[in-house]
């Protein structure tokens, strides 16, 4: 692994168990064993680090969904997917995805991390969208409403939130139970 990835990851970790504003380069610098100039080399500044950091990210989770959508499975399947993509980047309360840790921490990111945090939640919403239009046709959940790009937001800010709490509570528990209710309308075979 060269220099750059292993600073990626590493600050990715740090970011998802800690939160961006609460590490720095002097504490990436300890954790990867080379200096803050090597640091700087990469990422000559935070709000380089914090881009490079969500867009690497935004490409593998949207990479996910796409293998997701790329079976063939019901709108049910997908959405629960999703929720468990979600419950995985939690790790039993110990993280966050990285997008919720941004989103957590907007105020600390310049215009462009903001705009790139902006497009992954767009794509991650247009996807969901799609899926709860597959499931008013494919009956694989109860309770669909008219309008997919509702409930697309809707399930956005249920599994972010869900996420939020999980963590306050270091518990995965907060996560299952608040996700219970959307899991409970769905089914994932397909009606005969």
Same mark, same amino acid.
């Given at each position: 692994?060269? @220099?750059?990835?292993?600073?990626?990851?590493c600050?990715e970790?740090?970011a998802? @168990?800690? /939160?961006f *504003? $609460?590490? !720095?380069?002097a *504490?990436?610098s300890?954790?990867?064993?080379?200096?803050k100039a &090597?640091?700087?080399?990469?990422?000559?500044?935070? &709000?380089?680090?914090?881009a490079?950091?969500i867009?690497?990210?935004?490409?593998?989770?949207?990479?996910?969904?796409?293998?997701?959508?790329?079976?063939d499975?019901?709108? /049910?399947? *997908?959405v629960r997917?999703?929720?468990d993509l979600?419950?995985?980047a939690? %790790?039993k309360?110990?993280?966050?995805?990285?997008c919720? &840790?941004? !989103?957590?921490?907007?105020?600390?990111?310049?215009?462009?991390?903001? +705009?790139r945090l902006n497009?992954?939640? *767009?794509?991650s919403?247009?996807w969901? $969208? @799609?899926v709860?239009e597959? +499931?008013? @046709?494919?009956g694989?959940?109860?309770?669909?409403?008219?309008?997919p790009?509702?409930? %697309?937001?809707?399930?956005?800010?249920?599994?972010e939130?869900?996420q939020l709490?999980?963590?306050?509570?270091?518990?995965?528990?907060?996560?299952?139970?608040?996700?219970t209710?959307?899991?409970d309308?769905?089914s994932? %075979?397909?009606?005969h």
């Amino acid at each position: 692994m060269d @220099t750059k990835d292993h600073l990626l990851d590493c600050a990715e970790h740090l970011a998802r @168990t800690r /939160g961006f *504003d $609460a590490f !720095s380069y002097a *504490d990436l610098s300890k954790e990867v064993g080379i200096r803050k100039a &090597s640091i700087h080399y990469h990422f000559p500044t935070k &709000s380089d680090l914090a881009a490079s950091l969500i867009e690497r990210y935004s490409e593998r989770f949207l990479g996910q969904l796409y293998a997701v959508s790329e079976k063939d499975g019901t709108a /049910g399947h *997908d959405v629960r997917a999703y929720v468990d993509l979600y419950r995985q980047a939690l %790790a039993k309360g110990t993280q966050l995805c990285l997008c919720v &840790s941004f !989103s957590a921490a907007r105020d600390s990111f310049d215009e462009a991390t903001l +705009a790139r945090l902006n497009a992954f939640h *767009d794509r991650s919403l247009a996807w969901l $969208a @799609t899926v709860f239009e597959k +499931a008013k @046709t494919d009956g694989s959940m109860t309770g669909t409403l008219s309008d997919p790009e509702t409930e %697309a937001h809707a399930c956005l800010a249920l599994v972010e939130g869900a996420q939020l709490v999980a963590r306050a509570a270091r518990s995965e528990v907060h996560f299952n139970r608040a996700v219970t209710p959307l899991l409970d309308r769905l089914s994932d %075979a397909r009606p005969h």
